[in-house]
């Protein structure tokens, strides 16, 4: 049996395995990758930053915890953002087991905020510069709700507060008050805001997506229907380059954990070996084809 | 390294090598964790729809004696139950109708703005689309991706002359897309492997800071 008979035939948990150390080694021993940042997630964050100062930033949290590797770092890269702009924030979830993560992200910026906060106005409240409406179904008659009034929808917040009474809610009416709302998804939920919130209302739209499902998306991102999109964990680590250089420029300087970025180089190794593989694979494939033609 | 003290972490760690485990085999280990998730997974989210949903919806303004019309409401919902009953399950076709109904009506409408006429103008080429070289060509290489891979799911003529070039370019997009597809779905299925073992090496054994 030749090396590529075996080749051909190698257990795939050799591969599993092989994908298991070049994943973890650059985990533990990391080497910097600076991610490029590519013109879909520089419309988004542009817009971000040049939206008027009176809109509101919504972020639609519609993934569950089985996509949270890729989707989580966007939602936390975005909140920051949100809050060192110093924009009113409005966080709802699509998906039930969303809720958990949407809170942990605002629990978590919130505090990287109000940590270093050295007076009242660079503090982030909940009620006055955020609100957490929560969930609730179905996600049609939110969609539509939401153009209506908000308070009708989500009578109270996650926490049990009546929105009416929360005074951010006083400036976060309809989608007329939201600049740009983001729908960071592991479905296609994304295009029902587009079917329902944008197409009736004409509200501003971006989206924060998995890799998987990244190429049905730029159909949406071309047509301009998405002003930009976060595709899966690189464009997560695209968007924390982005936000990290801003805070820079501003004399920031606060060492934020960055999550995406820091599993880029994990990412390029796995790459490089699957790439490896593929070509290995065709080699053999084609070597041991050509031997058995007679 | 630094060892978590919390038992959850734990408790999270232990599940995802179990859920791990199936890459070497099937293993009851792995089937415990699969149950245990698609239950937690339901029970979580049947708990969020009684009181998020039915309770301030439903239970308490009825309980209060304000929007009675709402039993009625409620009274169709429970008719989906009747799946479970044979001589009565006929009776499910209600509820489903108007749900598809209100769905259909509320979607088709939209969604043929949003998905195909959206989708149509901006396969449109005008002046505009040649605002620069690049943005020219990728509108010109998009109308003819367009074009060419429509003309390969034209199924009502013999793919013969031109119809049978025009095709054959239609696959070399579409193929193209295919790559695209499988190249991303590499890259999220090493992103959420990688966050497994961020959590694995980092929250759990504290190995990486």
Known sequence: MSIWDRLQAVDRRWVYLVIWVVVALPLIFPFRIRPVTSPPVEKLFDHVDSMPEDKALVLSVDFTPDTQAELFPMLVALLRHGFADGRRVGVLAMQVQGLGLAEEALTQVAHEFNSRAKSHDDSVVNGEDYVFWGWTTPEVTVMLGMGERITNVFPVDYYGTKTAELSIMNHLRNYDDIGLLVSIAGSAIPLSWINYAQTQFGVRLACGITAVSAADFYPYLNSGQFVGMLSGMKGAAEYEELLDAKLLRRGTEWSLRRRATEAMSSQTTAHLAIMAFIVLGNIAFFITRAKRKP | ?209
């Open chain 2, 1 to 209: 390294m630094n060892l978590s003290h919390d038992p959850w972490v734990w408790i999270s760690a232990v599940l995802t090598l179990a859920i791990f485990s199936f890459l070497y085999k099937e293993n009851p280990f792995y089937r415990f964790a699969e149950h245990l998730y698609v239950g937690i997974a339901n029970g979580y989210a049947i708990t969020f729809y009684w009181h998020r949903i039915l309770v301030p919806s439903l239970v308490r303004p009825v309980s209060q004696g304000e929007k009675l019309w709402l039993i009625a409401v409620a009274a169709v919902g429970l008719l989906y139950l009747t799946r479970f009953i044979p001589k009565l399950s006929w009776l499910v076709r209600i509820p489903i109708a108007i749900v598809l109904g209100y769905s259909c009506g509320a979607y088709i409408p939209r969604a043929l703005d949003a998905q195909i006429i959206q989708q149509l103008v901006a396969t449109i080429v005008t002046r505009s689309s040649f605002a620069n070289v690049w943005t020219g060509i990728w509108a010109v290489l998009i109308l003819l991706g367009v074009i060419a891979s429509v003309s390969y799911f034209f199924f009502s003529a013999e793919r013969r002359g031109p119809l049978k070039a025009v095709s054959y370019v239609g696959i070399i997009f579409i193929m193209v897309g295919f790559g695209a597809s499988f190249g991303y779905t590499v890259m999220a299925r090493i992103s959420l492997f990688i966050g497994r073992l961020q959590f694995l090496l980092g929250d759990w054994l504290g190995l990486v800071k």
